[in-house]
């Protein structure tokens, strides 16, 4: 059985009358340990799918499970317990909290884990060298460079263990050479043998997984290889043209 | 753990935004403040009262009450005997649930002189030695009258220090304390010899202030601006004014020197002002009333001239007035701390929709409702709490301007009581002013959360 698992899965808004299908009728299957990219353009609904593959979210229609746990069926309180032991979220805006230091920030998810203080403090400092921050524990998020925020979010995300980690955008905000280095960071966890999602609208960043899920107009497009990508972008470069 | 993290969370949020945290606590703080204050004014009374009580002669003293006979026995108004030595006697032998009886025979158109001075009195009074237990009165000096005084109505006297004070000078006028035993006096012109003075009486917070004035240097004692008259509502004051200003001589002097010879009317006229009595045994009060009340109904022949007065009644009346000034006060107060409480639910709104973002953000990483819940609960109760404790501090100073402005014998006393209701109720409303937005934190959906700018 896959890690995760979507049959039938539609996500329908309502707004103002109008029917919005923002995920229309997705099956997907990912394994544990896969390196995968989910790309589309905005309003695609690929944030949407994300939104229910991390649990944060549930269908309208259709079955998601997530290693074992039927997420539709969930309670808030347990998606909220889902999200905080199996899945690790990096975001786009990295989305730290201001008011905490950086160790106390990637101890926030073990506090809701019930994870003791002495205990949390030695996981936060071990996830903190993994990201080789070790040096900034004591730094308010304002006093970081993009880079070094978005790899305390990474830190935070590794802290539970989880088996999934969420990344949506997260080269985002950063320039090209910041965006490589936390790129090779997901690699890294990947190759460790954890399962990296990564959400984005940049084929280049796609480029870097064995396995892209594209999605168009709430719908699944088409699985490309990775090895067929960079011709992909060649061919494209070509038709476009002058 | 989640509990401890909230609270320091919950300071941290109220570090950064200082001078809202402390508009915002500030009406917990006026609202304990009040409550202490209210509680310890209160307090305050209760002790004066007390005091003066105890000053009256305390609450197993029952008064014999003259009252006019009942209707039914109006043909024989004429009759009515009043209080004598005749029922003093019968009570005496005959009531042993009676401790104590002490007739008393004032003289009210006296004057009290000593060479061109003359003194107010509260009471010119002939009476037995068992007063001095009766109204709770310490002899200091001299002795008290003895068989042969009572006998030979010898003009002998027992005074207190404010009858001493205005003929024989005060000791801080004079230098030095006079004891003007041995030493005579004219009570209507005719001389009596001192033979004994009682100590000075005086309520705590007086005792405290000379102990006070005493250790300040001579000179500075005076400083203070013209003297004010003090005593609240005169009733502390008041009664131990009234105790200092006592002159009792043996009762057989009062009736064969003033009584006998009638007032002014040329009848002699034996009947006595009061007959105070003392229960042996408070639990049996009322039995003891109505042995009292069968015995002098027999020497009265039935008459009921007389009724019984216990300080139960002023001590229900006391109870009374303190429940109703506690209610009253207690509610007052009570209201400043619920619009304290609105003024903490306000903050901890807009709190909550400046920080969509970061609830959103806890949300994500695994937080549940009830974790946010909880959290913003905590941060509203530890705004309240810390608010109440400033406010305990501001009572201090509240009591003590109180004091300042207005000096009274019953000086507001804080009390541990009112302290701990006042904070244990301020941080009540801070928990339920945090209700309703700690749900409404609690249900943000973390999407909506992660996307609000």
């Not at chain 2, 304290?340 to 909550?352: E, H, P, V």
Request: hydrophobic residues 45%.
């Amino acid at each position: 059985m896959a890690l995760l698992e979507l049959r039938n899965v539609s996500k329908i808004y309502h707004l103002g009358g109008e029917e919005i299908r923002a995920l229309d009728d997705v099956s997907l299957d990912i394994d544990g340990g896969e390196f995968v990219s989910i790309i589309g353009p905005s309003g695609s609904g690929k944030s949407t799918l994300m939104h229910i593959l991390g649990c944060l979210d549930t269908p309208t229609c259709g079955t998601v499970t997530l290693d074992g746990i039927e997420v539709q069926r969930a309670t808030a309180t347990q998606l909220a317990q889902v999200r905080n032991r199996k899945i690790g979220f990096v975001f786009q805006f990295f989305n730290l909290l201001p008011k905490l230091n950086v160790v106390q920030n990637v101890e926030l998810p073990m506090i809701y884990a019930g994870v003791s203080g002495r205990q949390r403090r030695e996981q936060a400092l071990h996830a903190l060298e993994l990201v080789e921050l070790g040096n900034r524990l004591k730094n308010r998020p304002s006093q970081l460079s993009g880079g070094q925020q978005q790899r305390v979010a990474i830190a935070r995300a590794l802290v539970n263990n989880p088996r999934i980690i969420f990344a949506d955008e997260p080269t985002g905000n950063l320039d090209t050479h910041t965006g490589e280095v936390i790129l090779a960071l997901f690699r890294k966890l990947s190759q460790e043998g954890r399962t990296v999602i990564l959400v984005t609208h940049n084929p280049e960043i796609a480029a870097v997984t064995p396995r892209r899920i594209e999605i168009r107009n709430g719908k699944i497009a088409e699985k490309v290889d990775a090895r067929l990508a960079g011709l992909d972008r060649v061919s494209a470069a070509a038709t476009a043209g002058p | 753990m989640i509990i401890v993290n909230s609270i320091a969370v919950g300071l941290k949020e109220i570090w950064a935004h200082k001078v809202r945290s402390l508009l915002t606590m500030l009406g917990i703080i006026l609202g304990v403040a009040s409550l202490v204050g209210m509680a310890a004014i209160i307090k305050g009374m209760e002790n004066g009262m007390k005091e003066a009580m105890i000053a009256m002669g305390g609450v197993d003293k029952v008064l014999t009450q003259n009252q006019s006979v009942p209707a039914w026995q109006d043909h024989l108004a004429d009759q009515a005997p009043g209080k004598t030595m005749v029922d003093v006697m019968a009570l005496k032998s005959s009531a042993p649930l009676l401790r104590l009886v002490s007739p008393e025979m004032a003289l009210d158109d006296v004057t009290l002189s000593r060479g061109d001075k003359r003194a107010d009195y509260s009471e010119c009074v002939g009476v037995w030695p068992a007063v001095l237990e009766m109204n709770l009165h310490t002899l200091e000096h001299g002795r008290f009258f003895n068989d042969l005084d009572e006998e030979l109505a010898r003009p002998v006297c027992v005074i207190g220090t404010g009858i001493r004070d205005e003929l024989w000078g005060k000791p801080s006028e004079t230098g030095r304390e006079v004891i003007p035993v041995g030493d005579t006096l004219l009570i209507s012109g005719q001389p009596f010899v001192v033979v004994g003075m009682f100590q000075e009486y005086m309520g705590e917070q007086e005792s405290k202030e000379r102990a006070r004035a005493a250790a300040q240097p001579p000179g500075a004692r005076d400083a203070g601006g013209p003297k004010r008259q003090k005593g609240w509502g005169r009733r502390g004051g008041w009664a131990f004014w009234r105790k200092n200003h006592t002159i009792y001589m043996p009762l057989n002097t009062a009736w064969i020197r003033f009584r006998s010879a009638g007032r002014g009317d040329g009848i002699p006229d034996p009947r006595l002002t009061d007959i105070d009595i003392k229960v042996a045994d408070f639990n049996r009060l009322e039995d003891a009333i109505q042995q009292a009340r069968n015995v002098m109904l027999l020497t009265h022949q039935g008459i009921e001239d007389f009724t019984f007065e216990t300080q139960e009644n002023q001590i229900e009346n006391i109870n009374k007035q303190i429940k109703n000034a506690r209610l009253s006060g207690g509610f007052i107060a009570g209201i400043s701390l619920l619009v304290g409480g609105i003024g903490i639910m306000n903050i901890m709104l807009a709190s909550i929709n400046e920080r969509v973002r970061e609830i959103g953000i806890c949300k994500a990483v695994g937080a549940t409702g009830f974790n946010i819940f909880l959290q913003i609960l905590i941060e509203s109760a530890v705004l309240a709490v810390i608010g109440g404790f400033m406010g305990l501090v501001v009572s201090e100073l509240f009591v003590d301007l109180i004091g300042v402005l207005t000096p009274s014998q019953n000086t507001p006393v804080i009390t541990r009581n009112a302290e701990l209701v006042a904070v244990a109720f301020s941080a009540m409303v801070g928990v339920v002013a945090g209700i309703i937005p700690a749900i409404k934190a609690a249900r943000f959906s973390p999407i909506e959360a992660l996307r609000y700018e």
